[in-house]
Each structure stands twice: as structure tokens, then as C-alpha cells.
T-cell receptor, first 115, second 109 residues
Framework: GDSVTQTEGQVALSEEDFLTIHCNYS??????LFWYVQYPGEGPQFLFR?????EKGSSRGFEATYDKGTTSFHLRKASVQESDSAVYYC??????????????FGAGTRLAVCP | GGIITQTPKFLIGQEGQKLTLKCQQN?????MYWYRQDSGKGLRLIYY???????QKGDLSEGYDASREKKSSFSLTVTSAQKNEMAVFLC????????FGPGTRLTVL
């Protein structure tokens, strides 16, 4: 079945550090790839997506590029802030019918940014 | 914009008890979802519904029932709560992009 692997369970950085969270996927067919962010006490929020090979998604200074060759969608940010502290989820999506997108989530990566 | 409301925010139950969680959305989305979130395991799909009165099982449906009587609401029932169970149940709606509620935190004593 489809699966998503996030290598880092936790990441601790200082403000202005560069962030990379690794995401690799396994899927039959050609899924869309997503990043969601979850702040304490809230549900996950959609960050951005990419739907085809070499497409770059981006939002709020975060970006990731869909790489079908390496089956990856790594999240990067050039300079993190304390307010970026949250849990980040990588997900893949497969449209099974006209209005249903089945998302498969990774285990999540907890980012802590110290001032 | 829209919002997803989940009630209750916290739910404490006893072993073997039947517990119901409720979700309302005003996005006017056709599709709604219930996920379970466990620490270190990400989100796992329990049930989804692509229209009023439709129900489809997800990957983790055993031990749960669901109900979609109106387009705007989707309920989840834990049929028999398991002792020491702790999890967050998240409701979502949408098609290609999914919008999540804040969750119901379940503790079973």
C-alpha cells in the first residue's frame, strides 16, 4: 500500500537556521504530495502541495520540490523563526473518485526553534 | 472562509462505554473525514463520507461507527472504549485539500 516516511521525528534549531525535513513516499500511480502544519491545540493546516514531477510548492517561506526519481518531497526553509515551532506532516494524496482525495500521512516531525 | 467545529473538546470515558463525537462544517463541502491521531503515528483514516447518508470505511474502522445525516455534520461513535486509550480524533472536510477541526481529545479510564 501507499506509505510516507519522515526521517526526523524531532528537529531542534535556533532562529535563522536552515531547515530541512526529509519526506519519502511509496505509491502506485502518480500521487499528489502535500505538507501540513499543526500548531499546539489546533488541527493540521494545509501548507502547500505539488501534483507533478519537478513541481515546486511553497508557502510562508517553506518550499518543497516533487521528485519522482527519488520519490521525495523534502521540506526546506532558509531561515526559521520561533513562530515556526510546530509539527509538520508530509502526505500523499490519491483521488479515488470525483470528490474524494485519500490522504496518507507520515508520522510527523516536531520542530522546535529557540530564540 | 469556513470553519469546522468539533464537540466535545475533551472526552473522558469508562472502559466499554459507547462514546459519540460530533463534527460540523460550514464550508459546504461534500466530503467529510474522521482521522485518529496517535503520538508518533501520524493521522489514520477511520471513516469518510462523500455525500449525505454515504459512509465509507477507512484503514482503521474496526471499533467505530459513523453517521452522516446532513451535509454539514458527521458523527463518529466509539462502540466500546478501550481501557487506557488516549488519542485525538480529527474531523476534516474538503476534496483535494482538506480542512481540519481542532480535534476531540479522548481519555479512557
Amino acid at each position: 500500500g501507499d506509505s510516507v516516511t519522515q526521517t526526523e521525528g524531532q528537529v531542534a534549531l535556533s532562529e535563522e537556521d536552515f531547515l530541512t525535513i526529509h519526506c519519502n513516499y511509496s505509491a502506485s500511480g502518480y500521487p499528489a504530495l502535500f505538507w501540513y502544519v499543526q500548531y499546539p491545540g489546533e488541527g493540521p493546516q494545509f501548507l502547500f502541495r505539488a501534483s507533478r514531477d519537478k513541481e515546486k510548492g511553497s508557502s510562508r517561506g517553506f518550499e518543497a520540490t516533487y521528485d519522482k526519481g527519488t520519490t521525495s518531497f523534502h521540506l526546506r526553509k532558509a531561515s526559521v523563526q520561533e513562530s515556526d515551532s510546530a509539527v509538520y506532516y508530509c502526505a500523499l494524496g490519491v483521488v479515488l473518485s470525483g470528490s474524494f482525495n485519500k490522504l496518507t500521512f507520515g508520522a510527523g516531525t516536531r520542530l522546535a526553534v529557540c530564540p | 472562509g469556513g470553519i469546522i467545529t468539533q464537540t466535545p473538546k475533551f472526552l473522558i470515558g469508562q472502559e466499554g462505554q459507547k462514546l459519540t463525537l460530533k463534527c460540523q462544517q460550514n464550508f459546504n463541502h461534500d466530503t467529510m473525514y474522521w482521522y485518529r491521531q496517535d503520538s508518533g503515528k501520524g493521522l489514520r483514516l477511520i471513516y469518510y463520507s462523500i455525500t449525505e447518508n454515504d459512509l465509507q470505511k477507512g484503514d482503521l474502522s474496526e471499533g467505530y461507527d459513523a453517521s452522516r445525516e446532513k451535509k454539514s455534520s458527521f458523527s463518529l461513535t466509539v462502540t466500546s472504549a478501550q481501557k487506557n486509550e488516549m488519542a485525538v480524533f480529527l474531523c476534516a472536510s474538503g476534496s483535494y485539500e482538506q480542512y481540519f477541526g481542532p480535534g476531540t481529545r479522548l481519555t479512557v479510564l
